[in-house]
Nanobody, 127 residues
């Protein structure tokens, strides 16, 4: 089994930046997917960004394009989400998620296709 650990959440003012990290233990499949989702109180879980452990394609939600960047962390099974120009609507609990195997690009934004989830980290952006 793969375990995911997120870190880096916090509180910032509008326009600020935060960096979230996701590290996997176990034996992820290199070609499988890893991504970030977020959930605000009273709202549905929302796709943020996704990629592959081996650094393939990256997919971003329209709401974060140009502001967030998902890239490799300190090792192969570590990813970082750099969040810039944060806005109050970015406030949510952010979750890292991973699949046990690859899936077509068109489904990367569907939370239901992910097999493992981290505990979540809170991001709060004040106006």
């Amino acid at each position: 089994q793969v375990q995911l650990t997120e870190s880096g959440g916090g509180s910032v003012q509008t326009g600020g930046s935060l960096t979230l990290s996701c590290a996997a233990s176990g034996h992820p499949v290199d070609e499988s997917n890893v991504g970030w989702f977020r959930q605000a109180p009273g709202k549905e879980r929302e796709f943020v960004a996704a990629t592959e452990w081996n650094g393939g394609s990256t997919k971003y939600a329209d709401s974060v394009k140009g502001r967030f960047t998902l890239s490799r962390g300190s090792h192969r099974y570590s990813k970082i989400l750099q969040m810039n120009n944060l806005m109050p609507e970015d406030t949510a609990v952010y979750y890292c998620a991973a699949r046990s195997r690859s899936i077509i690009f068109g489904r990367w934004g569907d939370a239901d296709v992910y097999d493992w989830w981290g505990q979540g980290t809170q991001v709060t952006v004040s106006s």
